[in-house]
């Protein structure tokens, strides 16, 4: 990954060039969160790819939430991990 330095914030990039929204590292045997951020309700919902290091398909349950409020949203991913493994992940934007 690479930061980009704009006039407004400091963007780091996945190797493919897309946004890096968060990271989260979830222990073995447990849950975690990464709120994405508030968007205006006009905005269409974002779309995010996940990346697990080590790769995990089954072991690691994530559920994506979305939160109205009066003239946004917030969105929330939820993880939980079903192994004795400790994961790194990554959100990505699409």
Known sequence: ??????????TRLAKNGSDVIGNVVLR???MAKLVLGMYEKTMPLPKFRLQYSPMATDTIDASLFKFDGD??????????????TTYHITVVSE
């Open 28 to 30: 073995p045997r447990r």
């Open 71 to 84: 003239d946004h949203y917030t969105l929330v991913y939820h993880f939980q991990n079903y192994s004795d």
């Open 1 to 10: 990954m690479r930061n980009i330095t704009t006039s407004r914030r400091t």
